[in-house]
């Protein structure tokens, strides 16, 4: 039974308010102007010498961003990237104690198809502006649209070429080219939006939303001759996305999601910033006068329970304002749920090792036997007799158009949690062509795999 009796507090501590008269805890000399985590109070220099030793300390004891590497630095023009882009620029600076070795490279992603009318005039004005905050920095930048994330047969942007200097057969091939990117990316444009008017609930729309932006990052990455991305995620949004993942069945995964580096892609995505709170990004934006620009999100203006991440931000800057040890909490909690790396297949939307491969007896199989048997008591079985075609040699090389996967074949290549947003769509035809063809390409490898596994060597056995 519980011990504790009435008025004793066993509960987390609450914070203090800073008495004009409160001296920093480092210094003990300058008056203290905020307290971070639970009642550490500072002054403006120690804040600042803390912010940096943390940022620079969590880099420095990974190990795993080397001298010369090239990275490229995810930049969204929010405070938390501006913060993680200033921080980088003074760590690259003659003037910084230990500098950083590191190539950095900016990309910013253009989300203005899937945001529609939350955004005035296409959000011109404000990527305008971000273009700008990047290019006044001197590294490489680009910008690149969402919906190159679907493109099938475009994964990089060619280079700007002066036609001046080309001959006249020349300048018609590239004026070609540039004129099929562009054809390319309107029909893009025009299937990711019909891919988020399918789906139904504003928490799948954030969830594709997620996944489909991380894919784009990894891909101009790859192709672009980068090793690492890194990403701006602070602890309070990654204290917010372990719950609201675990609540959308990705509890399987909240360890890659949420530690210092992930490496469920062949390029590694890593997490300078996931120490700070957002208190002591805004801070510290405030005092170095860094600028950010304001982009709507699919929940901006949004009730709190308009999407599972949306409320669960809600609940967690709650308790965070009244208790700072919040987010920490949920941070270390979420370190001790890591799982077992499977070796085996991987989700072809999220990448992650998939986690529905648990027996007949599992409780997923229970729950797709449920949904089964209620879609038939309701008439709502697609009974549809449509076969995977194949216009290759059997080695995967099937380029047909007609894939005609069924709802169970496109489950089958996904983890649980994209299940749930796939499931939540109305109509799966919309999913993108790039999407299906990586499904069908699976199936048919599964296919050949099972026609010859009896002609295959067991590798025990040799």
Not at 156 to 176: I, K, R, Y
Not at 320 to 332: E, F, G, H, K, L
């Amino acid at each position: 039974m519980c011990s504790v009796q009435d008025g004793d507090s066993e509960g987390p501590l609450q914070k203090e308010k800073i008495d004009p008269g409160r001296k920093c805890m480092k210094c003990r000399t300058e008056n203290a102007i905020l307290i971070t985590r639970v009642n550490d109070a500072f002054c403006r220099d120690c804040f600042m010498v803390y912010v940096t030793h943390k940022f620079r300390a969590t880099i420095g004891k990974s190990k795993l961003v080397r001298d010369g590497e090239k990275v490229l630095v995810a930049f969204s023009g929010g405070p938390a990237s501006s913060c993680l882009l200033h921080l980088i620029t003074e760590g690259l600076s003659q003037r910084a104690h230990k500098k950083l070795r590191f190539l950095p490279g900016l990309i910013f992603i253009d989300e203005s198809s899937v945001l529609g009318d939350l955004v005035n005039n296409g959000g011109v004005a404000e990527v305008k502006k971000i273009v700008e905050l990047m290019a006044a920095t001197g590294y490489p930048c680009q910008t690149r649209h969402l919906e190159e994330a679907i493109c099938l047969s475009q994964k990089g942007q060619l280079p700007e070429v002066d036609l001046s200097t080309l001959t006249e057969s020349d300048q018609a091939n590239v004026q070609a080219a540039d004129f099929h990117i562009q054809d390319n990316l309107d029909r893009a444009r025009v299937e990711i939006k019909s891919l988020f008017a399918s789906i139904k609930s504003l928490t799948a729309k954030e969830d594709m939303l997620n996944r489909l932006r991380q894919r784009l990052l990894m891909e101009v990455a790859q192709v672009e001759g980068y090793s690492k991305v890194m990403t701006a995620h602070c602890g309070t949004r990654l204290a917010v996305n372990l719950l609201s993942d675990i609540s959308q069945g990705r509890g399987a995964h909240v360890a890659m999601d949420t530690a210092f580096s992930d490496t469920r892609s062949s390029v590694m995505l890593v997490r300078p910033i996931r120490d700070f709170s957002s208190k002591e990004v805004a801070m510290y934006n405030s005092l170095h006068g860094v600028e950010s620009v304001f982009i709507p999100t699919l929940t901006t203006k949004t009730p709190e329970g308009s999407s599972i991440e949306h409320l669960t931000e809600a609940f967690v800057t709650g308790l965070q304002a009244d208790y700072p040890s919040t987010v920490s909490n949920i941070m270390r909690t979420g370190e001790k749920l890591s799982t077992e790396k499977k070796d085996g297949s991987r989700c072809v939307l999220c990448e992650a090792p998939l986690d529905t491969d648990v027996g007949d007896s599992s409780a997923l199989s229970a729950v797709e036997f449920s949904s089964l048997i209620s879609r038939r008591k309701k008439g709502k079985v697609n009974e549809c007799k449509n076969t995977i075609a194949c216009c290759g040699e059997g080695d995967g090389s099937c380029h047909t158009k007609s894939l005609g996967l069924k709802l169970e074949e496109i489950v089958s290549a996904l983890c649980y949690g994209c299940r749930m947003t796939i499931k939540d769509m109305g109509d799966t035809t919309k999913l993108p062509e790039k999407l299906m063809s990586e499904i069908s390409y699976r199936i048919r490898r599964s296919k050949m795999k099972n026609d010859i596994q009896d002609f295959l060597l067991d590798p025990e056995s040799s």
